[in-house]
């Protein structure tokens, strides 16, 4: 299959567009021939991001959208799709990261992160469904994350927001196979981007993306090429946390020793008073 050709000309709307992961798709996207709609929150940021796309001029769209107000996520997917005649991709991507022992974590915490991982997604679906049912066809695509297949120590809040989109996005796999609506996870792990010092409030940190950190732009073009052959859970980079995921899954010995290393680690940088980001080796598994 040419999974270049089957992104030619469709209509796409990409949250979160303006930075990391999804930037990286709103890029590969039009350079795979697609409309894409580049939605965020921050005007200055989605039109600066926007510019440096300038070459795709007449099928670079900007949105301007808080994903954690229902009523924005609401008109905008409409909007889009009158504006359009149609809506063919949604990427329900924009989301936030957070690593810190559970202790610490806030009632306040569990809100901001429910809202923006989960909430947003639950939006993005709500409102495109019923536009592409009436269609026929349509593809959605939501951002998990490899912890959203693997409970990391010290992202409780994290993880239980990606776990729930992964499951609500299989669910719907299935429940619309028979409809023309395909779905798809995309499960990132160690990707170059921003997530890494950006705190739950969108304050920028001091930390530093990890050296050995997989770049987005290949991210993002691995999962498009699965996005295109229909694929349910796309997990990237493929290897190790594909391995890592499966042996996981089954109470692997080997995947229990990895995960209670990564905890005691971590555990010590907390005590230490550190941002937790210790990974024990991989050769480990």
Not at 220 to 241: K, N, Q, T
Not at 252 to 278: C, I, N, S, W, Y
Request: a neutral charge.
């Amino acid at each position: 299959m040419d999974t270049t050709d089957y992104y030619r000309n469709k209509i796409c709307i990409v949250t979160g567009g303006n930075s990391g992961i999804g930037y990286a798709l709103c890029e590969e996207l039009l350079k795979r021939g697609a409309t894409v709609y580049m939605a965020g929150r921050d005007p200055a940021k989605v039109e600066q991001a926007a510019g440096h796309l300038a070459m795709y001029r007449d099928r670079i769209r900007t949105l301007i959208v808080d994903v954690v107000h229902q009523q924005q996520v609401q008109k905008a997917i409409e909007d889009t799709a009158a504006e359009a005649g149609r809506l063919d991709m949604l990427f329900n991507n924009a989301g936030i990261g957070h690593t810190g022992p559970y202790e610490k974590d806030t009632l306040a915490d569990w809100k901001v992160m429910i809202d923006t991982d989960l909430w947003s997604v639950i939006y993005g679906i709500h409102a495109a469904v019923p536009i592409m049912l009436k269609q026929g066809t349509g593809h959605i695509v939501n951002t998990s994350s490899i912890g959203g297949l693997i409970p990391v120590s010290f992202q409780s809040l994290y993880n239980t927001t990606k776990f729930a989109v992964t499951g609500l996005t299989e669910s719907l796999r299935y429940e619309y196979a028979g409809k023309g609506i395909s779905f798809s996870t995309l499960c990132p792990a160690f990707i170059a981007t921003a997530i890494f010092n950006k705190g739950l409030d969108g304050s920028v940190g001091a930390e530093k993306i990890p050296e050995g950190a997989y770049p987005a732009d290949k991210a993002a073009s691995y999962c498009l090429d699965r996005v295109a052959e229909r694929h349910g859970i796309i997990v990237v980079p493929e290897e190790p946390f594909t391995t890592m995921w499966r042996r996981s899954a089954v109470g692997d010995p080997a995947a229990e020793k990895f995960m209670f290393t990564m905890a005691h680690l971590r555990r010590k940088e907390v005590e230490q008073g550190k941002a937790p980001q210790a990974i024990p080796p991989l050769s480990m598994l």
